[in-house]
């Protein structure tokens, strides 16, 4: 529930907020007046100040100094959109705090999120936050979705941001699809800090999660708080009461059962006296800090020696040393925050993190760029031209194809006609929007740094580059600060840049999808087309066989959104099929050379080139080497000979290439005709994988001035038809599975049925068992004995008949796993959870083969 403005301006911080005087010499009470919260129709100025036309490059510097791009990622789970929700309320913007269960979220606005209970989309919105520096910042935050399926929606949002809040649970600790969040944002060296949330509950083990954050996430945690609990007065289980500030040295105490407003902070002389056993272990965290960080800022390190005490570091050099740690983007120290969101525990000091560890957009390197075909380089432009990237399409029934852009370089304006480097069109940005979740704003401009909504492109995709034709004048600032060189834009042509891509995974799963009639065909074509806009890591596919319409995804329940998506709100009238598996089929012997002469009209042109084709089956030390392999794994060997014996006289010449051609026009249509014969075997006529083609052509004897691309290309993809089908006849081809990397969390009890069903009934590999307290780092870089461990480890507070949580690593065939969920929860009484990704594919032999193409061919 969105608020009406009120009259309290909130200008000062969370802390600092008191009416009346504290209630004594060591503890205040945080009891203050609501903040002054965001109209959507009549934003404060202080948000504003970024969605109007800068006016200087002083007032654009100041204003990304107090900027923040983050992202919420975790496990499925683990309470990030929880988390989000309160930091609304504290920030102002909401009037009550959304709960997921009760399906009041502002983030997770979708029909089918509030059903389901889970993020399914990457949801963005805007709010101000002003820490105890009293210097209000503007954060832009992007909740992204826990479920495996969607890990193309956190891939694109982390493209954007400049930092990260990692959520752990407290009880679970570091799970699956934590890690592979975590190794996405290392990818793009994305700062981040971390939160291990849930604390409250039963089983809770934040002394076990901060040996993970260094076992599994290989990392040097940097624990800035320990949570503080004390017995609820009624005989029962200790309760969570607040935290201790290991950096700013206090005790954050909050009222139970409150909102998270009223907050007692005590200092380290209260805690001496109610609760010694932390004190000694908070001022042993404090030396454990200090020396971490010191192994990796020597300026730290001539502080401490110059003040010869721990204790004697102010609260602001730690500040600054960790912040200067955590920019570099290694993810090599780690600050730990601690609380329970669900209880209203430790979110306004895990804010102030935010602002005081994670990095403005200044504070990030240059991004990467291509141009002029295939140079690397980074951004360097003139600062009066706009350069930003498209990096998620939402399609409104209102408004149309709505496009979120980072702007990187200069100012995004209202009207302004933009370059698609990408598609090489330009389109006009008739709007713009600032969002909040599925509520926006209209601006007039989005300045270099921040995110924001552009309504009006027809064509942008997810990924695409999107720069304005010509500088876009700003006002020079009254000190005369001085914009780069336009010399700078001559280092490369603008209109080949192109900003770091964003990948797209491979489907797995893909569905039928049947309109109701024939007349409703165009409707679904088009639904269809705005959903693989939407989502890219969605694919569309027409059998040429049936006729069928495929639609290709990450997983079960990504295919099931986008049925919901494509009938409920795009209003396509469909249905989808039975969810099956992408298999693909390769050759099982070789077969060639095989050549074809192209003689005919192609496009009312004569067309004239020969091309000699061979294939046969990939062995297993070229898969392991890689080289030259294509995305399905194929690898095209060309041959473009360079000399050739003359028939007549046997002389032996150079092999000219006609006049009309180049090498590599020539080179990339043979690789263009191969690649178009491989995506139709002959067996089951599926996309073949593993399999190696060798194409040879003569200049001086297989083209002539009548030899096009088209013609080159066709003649090949010819040549290696026939191979293909000679390979065939031969010996059948084989059926090729996509193989899972599976990670199942159970309970030590259940470990036994687990491993069984996945060795025997799933014919899967089981390739280790794992302790979710000792596993191994990934690189061998971290000496886990060396992390210091709150209150040594000890501590923990599990759940009475609940055994240690295990881990089993296993491949198993996708064939396996659908519907693998329901059957698990079914084994463990609904304790276990998975994660899968793609570990490869290997090629099926023996009654799962027979039974498997049976099932293809329909018998």
């Known amino acids: 529930?969105?608020?009406?403005?009120?009259?309290?301006?909130?200008?000062?911080?969370?802390?600092?907020?008191?009416?009346?005087?504290?209630?004594?010499?060591?503890?205040?009470?945080?009891?203050f007046l609501r903040p002054s919260t965001l109209s959507l129709k009549r934003p404060p100025r202080t948000l504003q100040r970024y969605a109007s036309t800068i006016t200087s490059a002083d007032a654009t510097t100041k204003s990304l100094a107090h900027t923040r791009n983050i992202g919420i990622i975790a496990h499925i789970d683990a309470g990030k959109t929880t988390t989000t929700e309160r930091m609304l309320f504290y920030a102002g913007f909401t009037r009550r705090i959304g709960e997921v269960d009760e399906g009041s979220t502002v983030m997770d606005y979708l029909p089918a999120e509030r059903a389901r209970g889970i993020t399914i989309t990457s949801a963005a919105i805007t709010?101000?936050?002003?820490?105890?520096?009293?210097?209000?910042?503007v954060i832009n935050l992007i909740d992204t979705p826990g479920h495996a399926d969607f890990t193309f929606e956190v891939e694109r949002s982390i493209r954007v941001l400049d930092g990260a809040v990692t959520i752990l649970d407290g009880v679970a600790g570091v799970e699956a699809q934590t890690e592979k969040v975590w190794k996405q944002a290392a990818k793009y060296r994305i700062p981040r800090l971390i939160f291990v949330n849930k604390l409250d509950r039963v089983g809770a083990r934040f002394s076990a999660t901060v040996r993970e954050v260094a076992s599994k996430l290989n990392a040097?945690?940097?624990?800035?708080?320990?949570?503080?609990?004390e017995n609820d007065g009624k005989g029962g289980d200790d309760v969570l009461r607040g935290v201790v500030d290991l950096v700013e040295r206090r005790v954050f105490l909050y009222e139970l059962g409150g909102d998270g407003q009223n907050i007692t902070v005590h200092d380290y002389e209260w805690l001496s006296t109610h609760n010694p056993e932390l004190h000694?272990?908070?001022?042993?965290?404090?030396?454990?800090?200090?020396?971490?960080?010191?192994?990796?800022?020597?300026?730290?390190?001539?502080?401490?020696?110059?003040?010869?005490?721990?204790?004697?570091?102010?609260?602001?050099?730690?500040?600054?040393?960790?912040?200067k740690l955590t920019l570099t983007g290694e993810g090599r120290i780690i600050p730990i925050l601690c609380g329970a969101s669900f209880r209203n525990i430790g979110v306004q000091p895990l804010l102030d993190a935010v602002v005081d560890y994670l990095p403005s957009p200044l504070d990030r390197p240059p991004t990467d760029i291509t141009h002029s075909g295939n140079q690397r380089g980074v951004l360097d432009l003139d600062a009066n031209r706009t350069c930003a990237l498209a990096f998620k399409v939402v399609n409104d029934p209102k408004r149309g194809a709505m496009v979120y852009v980072r702007v990187y370089s200069g100012t995004l304006a209202k009207t302004q006609t933009l370059l698609n480097t990408n598609l090489g069109v330009k389109e006009r940005a008739h709007r713009l929007l600032q969002m909040y979740a599925d509520e926006t704003v209209d601006i007039e401009s989005i300045p270099r740094g921040h995110i924001g909504v552009i309504i009006g492109l027809k064509q942008a995709r997810t990924g695409d580059t999107l720069i304005s034709e010509h500088a876009v004048a700003v006002p020079k600032s009254s000190g005369?600060?001085?914009?780069?060189?336009?010399?700078?834009?001559?280092?490369?042509?603008?209109?080949t840049l192109q900003l770091r891509p964003i990948d797209v995974p491979p489907p797995v799963f893909f569905a039928s999808i049947e309109p109701y009639s024939l007349s409703e065909q165009k409707p679904l074509e088009e639904a269809l087309a705005m959903l693989l806009r939407e989502d890219p890591s969605l694919s569309v596919t027409v059998d040429p066989d049936s006729g069928q319409t495929l639609l290709s995804g990450m997983g079960e329940l990504h295919l099931e959104i986008g049925r919901d998506r494509l009938v409920q709100d795009l209003k396509a009238k469909a249905d989808m099929g039975k969810i099956l598996i992408a298999y693909r089929e390769t050759v099982s012997v070789a077969a060639g050379p095989v050549t074809h002469v192209l003689d005919r009209e192609l496009a009312g042109k004569p067309a004239k080139a020969t091309v000699t084709a061979s294939i046969s089956p990939l062995d297993l030390e070229e898969q392991e080497e890689g080289a030259d392999l294509g995305s399905e794994g194929n690898r095209i060997v060309v041959d473009i000979a360079e000399t050739y014996i003359?028939?007549?006289?046997?002389?032996?010449?150079?092999?000219?290439?006609?006049?009309?051609?180049?090498?590599?026009?020539v080179r990339a249509a043979l690789i263009a005709g191969a690649y178009a014969a491989l995506s139709r075997g002959p067996h089951l006529m599926m996309p073949l994988r593993d399999t190696k083609v060798e194409i040879a052509v003569n200049p001086a004897t297989d083209l002539s001035v009548d030899s096009s691309p088209a013609a080159i290309s066709t003649a090949a993809r010819i040549a290696v038809s026939s191979a293909l089908k000679s390979a065939e006849e031969s010996s059948p081809g084989l059926i090729v599975e996509p193989v899972m990397k599976v990670s199942v969390s159970c309970d030590e009890k259940d470990?036994?049925?687990?491993?069984?069903?996945?060795?025997?009934?799933?014919?899967?590999?089981?390739?280790?068992?794992?302790?979710?307290?000792?596993?191994?780092?990934?690189?061998?870089?971290?000496?886990?004995?060396?992390?210091?461990?709150?209150?040594?480890?000890?501590?923990?507070?599990?759940?009475?008949?609940?055994?240690?949580?295990?881990?089993v690593n296993a491949i198993v065939p996708l064939g396996e796993m659908v519907g693998y969920l329901k059957h698990l929860r079914a084994m463990t009484q609904g304790r276990g959870t998975f994660v899968m990704e793609l570990e490869g594919w290997e090629r099926m032999q023996g009654p799962r083969a027979r039974e498997v193409e049976k099932g293809i061919r329909g018998g």
């Not at 504290?22 to 945080?30: E, I, K, R």
């Open 480 to 495: 005369g600060g001085k914009s780069k060189s336009k010399t700078a834009v001559a280092k490369y042509d603008h209109k």
């Open 646 to 665: 003359s028939p007549t006289t046997g002389e032996t010449g150079k092999a000219r290439i006609p006049a009309h051609l180049t090498e590599q026009d």
């Open 220 to 229: 040097w945690p940097a624990v800035l708080q320990l949570p503080v609990y």
């Open 127 to 137: 709010f101000n936050w002003t820490p105890p520096s009293a210097q209000e910042h």
């Open 280 to 323: 000694k272990e908070a001022l042993e965290a404090q030396v454990a800090l200090v020396e971490l960080l010191s192994e990796h800022d020597e300026d730290l390190v001539e502080l401490f020696l110059e003040l010869g005490e721990h204790h004697l570091i102010p609260s602001e050099a730690l500040k600054k040393s960790l912040r």
């Open 751 to 807: 470990l036994g049925k687990v491993v069984a069903d996945i060795s025997s009934a799933r014919g899967g590999q089981v390739v280790s068992l794992g302790d979710e307290d000792g596993h191994a780092p990934e690189h061998g870089e971290i000496e886990v004995q060396r992390v210091y461990v709150p209150f040594g480890g000890s501590g923990e507070r599990r759940e009475v008949g609940e055994g240690r949580k295990r881990v």
């Open 1 to 31: 529930m969105l608020l009406q403005p009120v009259t309290v301006a909130r200008s000062i911080c969370w802390r600092c907020g008191i009416l009346g005087k504290p209630p004594g010499p060591t503890a205040t009470s945080f009891s």
